[in-house]
């Protein structure tokens, strides 16, 4: 995807490089630079996408939350956006793959290289690292957040699939999703003609909107999430099965935002995670902000300015600066 030219992103550079290639295909990582001269290492924020882990793009600006942007340019830090495969050309076990091999490219000479060589070359402070991300991109931070609390000082959520295989994700809904109808019909062609190993990592549009909503709608997202997984630890597909485990979390905790009217990813799933990360964790270790009569994707159009927003993070800024 070309850079896109929309206030969400004024204030930054982006640099765009892959990250690892499968077969023909790069996946593409975004990296937005604060136009400013900065002295001494910038503070990271690694961000996920949303898109149900079956379509989206890192710089799709229609679901990019302004917050993130203005929490960037205040701390003057550097966003490190990345693509993933999406399903059903990939399984999710190998969009974890992808996760940890982002992980590995960050931690690699490849970024500070990269960074070296801008026009205002730059640093960054990999002690100083929180992840966020909305949706599917709320999945993966908890799974990244989770896997390593001790390099990640803080975490946000917003709206997370937590766990898939639930009936809320099985079962076939009454009514439409996040405000759409799809048949299943629209789920089964792109399932059944979608290209296994393809390493397509960007797929955005009409017809993969309507397949996001085709697959919740009609319960077949546990069946797709599922596929491949034989043999794979639970703690890699469930955020759950790792906290049970571990009964750890970032220093700064995790952040998690939820609209209680939400279709997409209801609300009594995240609250039973919420409740559950809590006992095995600490009541202060999660934040949890239920935002009434509000839909999926409800902070598309939250600034950093919202006060309501600004208490809910202070803890994982403040312990994320430190």
Not at 9 to 26: A, H, M, S, V, W
Request: charged fraction near 25%; aromatic fraction near 8%; charge should be negative.
């Amino acid at each position: 995807m070309k850079i896109p030219s929309d206030p969400k992103i004024d204030g930054f550079d982006i640099l765009q490089t892959p990250y690892k290639r499968i077969g023909e295909n790069d996946i593409r990582c975004d990296v937005l630079v604060p136009r400013t001269s900065f002295q001494g290492k910038r503070p990271v924020i690694i961000r996920w996408h949303g898109g149900g882990l079956v379509t989206g793009d890192s710089l799709l600006m229609t679901i990019w939350v302004p917050w993130l942007s203005d929490l960037a340019l205040k701390h003057e830090a550097i966003i490190i956006s990345p693509n993933y495969r999406i399903m059903p050309e990939a399984t999710s076990t190998q969009i974890y793959e992808d996760v940890e091999d982002l992980w590995k490219w960050i931690h690699s000479s490849t970024l500070p290289n990269l960074l070296a060589s801008h026009s205002t070359p730059t640093q960054i402070n990999l002690s100083r690292i929180m992840t966020v991300g909305e949706s599917a991109g709320g999945s993966l931070s908890l799974y990244l957040a989770l896997s390593h609390p001790d390099q990640i000082r803080a975490a946000t959520a917003s709206y997370p699939g937590v766990d898939y295989t639930a009936p809320a994700y099985t079962v076939p809904r009454n009514g439409p999703v996040w405000g759409h109808n799809a048949p299943v019909s629209v789920f089964e062609e792109i399932d059944k003609t979608a290209v296994i190993g393809s390493g397509v990592s960007s797929i955005v549009g009409p017809e993969r909107l309507a397949f996001m909503i085709s697959v919740f709608q009609h319960g077949k997202f546990g069946e797709v999430y599922m596929r491949g997984s034989e043999g794979v630890e639970g703690e890699v597909l469930f955020p759950l099965v790792r906290l049970e485990k571990t009964r750890r979390v970032p220093r700064g905790g995790i952040v998690v935002l939820q609209g209680r009217e939400d279709s997409l990813i209801l609300a009594s799933e995240t609250e039973k995670f919420v409740k559950r990360a809590r006992e095995l964790t600490s009541e202060e270790d999660i934040t949890f902000v239920m935002r009434e009569g509000e839909e999926h994707g409800f902070d598309i159009k939250v600034g950093l300015d919202e006060v309501w927003l600004q208490d809910s993070l202070k803890r994982a800024v403040d312990t994320w600066l430190e």
